[in-house]
């Protein structure tokens, strides 16, 4: 599986940013671009410790390990999948802002390594290590960049 600490595949996913512009259109979803941009911000926060989230503490008992289990196995997310509602993106952000922070974001992974990651509590999915927050970031970076055809 790709890392997003991997200087090559962390540059992948860059360029796959870089790709996109203010007029590209989702293949699946409701999200625009600029959107999508800023949505993929939020995970990157958390796993930083910039962001903190109040989660839902019976929905984190009953289903945090199952869907964290379910989100670690190799195969890519599924389209339509819940999202907290920190991640939601409601108004429509500045396309280029949005993706140079993003792209801020992501390099910090490679550049810094693993001490990037400041939580190893996700407030879903509970105790978390180095490799199931890189498997995480990956594929949720990637789903979206898929989402919209790059």
Known sequence: MPSIFNPSDNKELIERINQLTPITL??????????MLLHCQQPIKVAHGTLELKPNKLL????GKSAKKKLLQPQPFGKGMPTAKEFKVSHEPD???????????????????????KNLKHPFFGTMNIEEWDALQYKHLDHHLKQFGS
């Open 26 to 35: 989702s293949q699946w979803g409701k999200m625009t671009v600029s959107q």
């Open 60 to 63: 984190v008992f009953f289903f």
């Open 95 to 117: 396309f280029e802002t949005t993706k140079n922070e993003l792209v801020e974001l992501v390099e910090v992974f490679a550049k810094d390594g693993h001490k990037c990651i």
